[in-house]
C-alpha cells in the first residue's frame, strides 16, 4: 500500500458558486492537508482524508473573504475547518464514484464525487513518482448551515445554493 503526499505548489482546491443569478464566482483555500493511502492500480482501494482551513478562503477580494468567514457564512472562528472523509470508490465508467463524508460548520454529509485518477510518472527534476487525482462534486451549502441570501428584485436569489467542488491534488508516492 502507497502513501500519497500532496504536493501544496501543484495542487488546487477550488470552488464555485452562482452569483445574482448572472455570473460564477470562483474561489480557492489556500491551506488544506489531505492523506492518501491505497494502490494506485486499483483506485477502489485508495482512501482519503482531508481537511482544509476555513480562514484560508481567497475569492480575490478581501471583504468578500472576511465576509465569508463570518457568522454569516462558515463561522470561522467556531468552525475553523471543512473535513473530507471517503467512504467508497466505485468504477464509473472513465472515472470513479466517491461517497464521502463531509464535515464543516457542525453539520456532516455523504456527498458522491466524481474521482478521476490523472495518472502518474517519474518527475525528471526530483526522481520522485508524482500522481494525480481529481476531485469534482456539487455541495447545497444549505445543507452545511450556510443560508444567508438575498431575494432580487428580478426574481431568484444574490447567492446560488449550489457549490461546485473541485480539488486537483498532484502527489508525491511514497512506499
Given at each position: 500500500?502507497?502513501?500519497?503526499?500532496?504536493?501544496?505548489?501543484?495542487?488546487?482546491?477550488?470552488?464555485?458558486?452562482?452569483?445574482?443569478?448572472?455570473?460564477t464566482?470562483?474561489?480557492?483555500?489556500?491551506?488544506?492537508?489531505?492523506?492518501?493511502?491505497g494502490?494506485?492500480?486499483?483506485?477502489?482501494?485508495?482512501?482519503?482524508?482531508?481537511?482544509?482551513?476555513?480562514?484560508?478562503?481567497?475569492?480575490?477580494?478581501?471583504d468578500?473573504?472576511?465576509?465569508?468567514?463570518?457568522?454569516?457564512?462558515?463561522?470561522?472562528?467556531?468552525?475553523?475547518?471543512?473535513?473530507?472523509?471517503?467512504?467508497?470508490?466505485?468504477?464509473?465508467?472513465?472515472?470513479?464514484?466517491?461517497?464521502?463524508?463531509?464535515?464543516?460548520?457542525?453539520?456532516?454529509?455523504?456527498?458522491?464525487?466524481?474521482?478521476?485518477?490523472?495518472?502518474?510518472?517519474?518527475?525528471?527534476?526530483?526522481?520522485?513518482?508524482?500522481?494525480?487525482?481529481?476531485?469534482?462534486?456539487?455541495?447545497n451549502?444549505?445543507?452545511y448551515?450556510?443560508?444567508?441570501?438575498?431575494?432580487?428584485?428580478?426574481?431568484?436569489?444574490?447567492?446560488?445554493?449550489?457549490?461546485?467542488i473541485?480539488?486537483?491534488?498532484?502527489t508525491?508516492?511514497?512506499?
Amino acid at each position: 500500500m502507497a502513501h500519497f503526499k500532496v504536493d501544496p505548489a501543484h495542487s488546487h482546491v477550488g470552488f464555485a458558486i452562482q452569483h445574482m443569478m448572472v455570473n460564477t464566482l470562483k474561489g480557492q483555500f489556500h491551506d488544506y492537508q489531505f492523506e492518501i493511502e491505497g494502490d494506485l492500480d486499483q483506485p477502489t482501494s485508495l482512501q482519503a482524508k482531508g481537511t482544509i482551513q476555513v480562514n484560508s478562503i481567497d475569492t480575490y477580494v478581501r471583504d468578500r473573504d472576511d465576509h465569508l468567514q463570518s457568522e454569516d457564512f462558515f463561522d470561522a472562528k467556531q468552525y475553523p475547518e471543512i473535513k473530507f472523509t471517503t467512504k467508497a470508490i466505485e468504477p464509473a465508467g472513465d472515472h470513479y464514484k466517491a461517497q464521502v463524508e463531509v464535515t464543516f460548520k457542525g453539520h456532516t454529509q455523504d456527498e458522491e464525487f466524481e474521482l478521476y485518477v490523472n495518472g502518474s510518472g517519474k518527475n525528471p527534476l526530483s526522481g520522485d513518482t508524482n500522481a494525480g487525482f481529481t476531485l469534482k462534486g456539487e455541495l447545497n451549502r444549505e445543507d452545511y448551515g450556510l443560508t444567508y441570501n438575498a431575494p432580487l428584485e428580478t426574481g431568484g436569489v444574490f447567492i446560488g445554493k449550489k457549490v461546485k467542488i473541485e480539488l486537483n491534488l498532484e502527489t508525491v508516492v511514497e512506499g
